[in-house]
Each structure stands twice: as C-alpha cells, then as structure tokens.
C-alpha cells in the first residue's frame, strides 16, 4: 500500500475564552512521571459519506482549546522537574491519499503498513499528530498519535470525543477536569507498600533473559477475536468455584487467565520459570476521595501477577483468574497513597526511575506479558457527524508479548485482542488460542 503523503502542517488551538499566557505550564503529576515516555498510535477507518477535511481541522482546532497541553511542549522548569509548557505551538496535521479502495488496502490486520497511516513515532516534538488520508472509494482513516506523559487512554479517548462534538458543532461536554496538583502526600509519609522494584527501579538496572533464536524480527502481531459466544463460555469455565471461595470473575480477568495460560504454553517456558502480567489499574474510582471520571492526565498504577508456569498449566483455569484477581484488589486507595508518598519522597532521594518495561527501546516482554484494556474507554463515540468508525484498533506494535484488547468493531460485545509473539510461538498459539481444555 503506497501512500501518497500531501500537506503536513503544524495547527494551532481556537480559544473561546482568553488563552493562556504562552509563559504558563503544568507541572507533570507523579503519576505522568512514571509512565511510559512516547508516543502511541490509534487507527481510525471511516466509511463514506466522510466529512471534509477542514471541518476535521476547525473541530480539532476548537477541541485543542479545551485541552491545550495537547497543543504545547514537554519540558523542564527552572529547578529541572518536567512540565507542559502551554505554548499553543500546535500540533502536526497530515493530509495523505491512497490510489485503491479501503477494502483493497488490507489494513484490516495488524502488520507494518499500519505505520504509513499515521506520523512516525520517533524524535518527535509535538504531543499530538493527525494523519487524514483519503481512499479512492470515498473512506478515510484517522491515524492519532498522542503522547503518553500527557494523558493516559482515559483521557485521550475522552479529547477524541470531544473532537468529534466539536466538528459536528457542538459544545463539548463533560469538560476536563485539569488540576494536576491535587495528588499531594501526606504529612508524615506512609510507605505501607514496596515499590522500589515494581514502579520504580535504580538505574541501569534491567533484566535480561536469555533467548534461543529470538530475533525481534521474528515478532509477529495476530488478531484474535472472541465472540460472544466463546465470552460466556469461557466465563462459565473460569468461574466455578476455586478453593474456598465461590468467586466469579469478571470477563477482563477470565480473558486475561486464558491468554496466560495459552501463550506460556505456546512459548514453550520451562515449567519451573516464573512468569508475570503487568495490568493497568485505574485510580480514579479508587483513590479516596474519588478524582472525577474527568480528570485529564496519567492516573493509572499496575498489578503484576506472578506464578510458576508449571503452576499456571497444571492448575484450572480459575487459578489464573484468581491470581488476577488478588493482583488487582490490591491495588486500592492505601495502595496509590503510598506510591504518592514514596514518588514525592524517595525518588530522588534513591536516584530511581520508572520501571517501564515495554517503551520504544524494549520489544521483548518474555516470559512476562503486558495488558492494556481498551474495552472501556469511548474511542468509538468518535463521530465527525457521519456517524462511528467502522474499525477502530491499534497501531503495529510489534513489541513480544504485550497484549491489546479491544471491543470488536462489529459491537455486540465481542473482543478483538492484538497478540504479538514470536513466530515459532505464535504458530502453536493459534492452535490453541480458542481451546477451552
């Protein structure tokens, strides 16, 4: 698929009210400090009718007035701590064309033509870019690149909302909540958890592992998709009772369970290594008192579940499920407080830095696994006023083990999950990724 690249350009916020000063700048929160510093991708595909491109321009330019870090710079302040200096310099705007029809240009999969449909990633200075391009037979796909130091997929899911109320001309609601000063730390600090190794690590520390014949090259991203069908049967065989508590699992944790169990058996792990999912965990409705749904920028820790891997495939499923679930419980209110405190006060103190693990420089998460959960954010409530996109997904990101789920394009609660493994891998995964023994 040949793209052909037209105008690009750097777009500046229309402010209703007064704007800031270009002096102005919002200091990053402990919990933008400590998430993963790049650029991630989404793809967008439209069927015709699709509105014009200088109506996608004016609601983008109307929308970046409501979030105007979009629209400025990383940087630093005088005494060296990271910020958003609210400058309205913009952000970068491309136009491009295809010479084939949408349904001839197979995006429809996860591969590397994914990337031509939206900015490079890499060395970038603006917070946001936009790839408009255009197909023969009237369709159009967005590609949307957002900075993950400004906002986590909440927030950004709720600015591509209100990108498409403001094309469609109407006033954008719920409006942001914006104060990122509010996560402050006790007086004394509590540090009722261990997070020097789990959000934070000393530097230069990492961990290696040693693989056979494991080219980054070999990584290769397949799309699985769940029906409903298959949900409620694998809720059904997730949820007996375990131990002794008769627990149901939510359709996250019996996914999730499944996934495990089923890549560790395709990578073919010695039975005695441990392995480990890192999952995002939402502090809005956990933290006490609640942060309004509202709230733009990072707020999001992470539950890591570990086991054995002859464990995790001798057990039943619920095992799994179960570990999961503990995981995430215990990622409460108590929980966010310390990591408050203790990203206030040790950090810096200890010389630490955020313990990352799947940015631009790693690609190979083996024998962990990485879940990001899309399924409740609104990214299909984008509406130009043509009405919903007809695919929404992922961009390629070819980074081994590192799990996207998605709900399905078709929208009766289904889910589209993005797998990357290594090819060896991934050929018995697809034998056994539908398999409920």
């Given at each position: 698929m040949k793209v052909n690249i037209g105008r690009s350009r750097l777009i500046k916020p229309i402010y209703q009210d007064n704007h800031p000063p270009k002096s102005h700048c919002i200091p990053l929160s402990v919990f933008d400090r400590v998430t993963y510093n790049q650029h991630l991708a989404v793809i967008y595909a439209y069927r015709p009718p699709t509105p014009p491109n200088?109506?996608?321009?004016?609601?983008?330019?109307?929308?970046?007035?409501?979030?105007?870090?979009?629209?400025?710079?990383?940087?630093?302040?005088?005494?060296?701590?990271?910020?958003?200096?609210?400058?309205?310099?913009?952000?970068?705007?491309?136009?491009?064309?295809?010479?084939?029809?949408l349904d001839k240009a197979i995006i429809f999969k996860p591969s590397s033509s994914l990337l031509r449909l939206h900015p490079s990633l890499e060395d970038v200075v603006e917070l946001v870019q936009v790839q408009i391009t255009r197909f023969t037979c009237g369709s159009m796909v967005v590609g949307f690149t957002a900075h993950h130091l400004v906002a986590d997929g909440n927030s950004t899911s709720s600015f591509l909302v209100a990108w498409g109320q403001a094309s469609r001309g109407l006033e954008i609601s719920p409006l942001p909540?914006?104060?990122?000063t509010i996560f402050n730390p006790r007086n004394p600090p509590k540090f009722e958890f261990e997070h020097k190794g789990v959000e934070y690590v000393t530097k230069n520390l990492k961990q290696v592992y040693p693989l056979i014949n494991c080219n980054v090259d070999n990584i290769m991203v397949h799309k699985v998709h769940y029906s409903v069908d298959f949900l409620s049967n694998l809720k059904a065989k997730t949820s007996p009772t375990y131990g002794n508590n008769n627990k149901t699992f939510s359709t996250f944790e019996s996914i999730v369970a499944h996934l495990w169990r089923a890549i560790n058996r395709a990578r073919g792990l010695n039975g005695y290594e441990t392995t480990r999912v890192r999952m995002s965990?939402?502090?809005?409705?956990?933290?006490?008192?609640?942060?309004?749904?509202?709230?733009?920028?990072?707020?999001?820790?992470?539950?890591?579940?570990?086991?054995?891997?002859?464990?995790?495939?001798?057990?039943?499923?619920?095992?799994?499920?179960?570990?999961?679930?503990?995981a995430v419980v215990k990622i409460n209110d108590n929980y966010f407080k310390s990591f408050i405190d203790f990203a206030n006060h040790k950090v810096n103190e200890e010389d630490l830095v955020p313990n990352t693990t799947a940015d631009t420089q790693e690609s190979i998460l083996w024998p962990n696994l990485e879940v990001d959960s899309w399924l409740r954010f609104p990214f299909y409530d984008l509406d130009f006023g043509k009405g919903g996109p007809h695919i929404f997904m992922p961009s390629f990101f070819p980074t081994e083990g590192m799990i996207f789920l998605v709900p399905s394009f078709i929208g009766d609660g289904s889910i589209d999950v993005f797998v990357p493994l290594f090819q060896q891998s991934l050929t018995i995964f697809k034998q056994i990724c539908y398999s409920l023994d």
């Open positions: 200088i109506t996608l321009e004016l609601g983008l330019r109307t929308a970046l007035g409501v979030y105007p870090e979009w629209a400025g710079r990383l940087g630093k302040d005088s005494n060296g701590n990271p910020i958003i200096l609210l400058n309205g310099e913009g952000i970068r705007f491309v136009e491009s064309s295809v010479d084939c029809a909540f914006r104060d990122r965990v939402d502090g809005r409705a956990r933290l006490n008192p609640k942060v309004p749904n509202e709230y733009f920028g990072n707020l999001v820790l992470w539950a890591f579940a570990s086991a054995k891997v002859n464990d995790l495939l001798t057990n039943p499923l619920p095992y799994a499920a179960s570990l999961l679930h503990e």
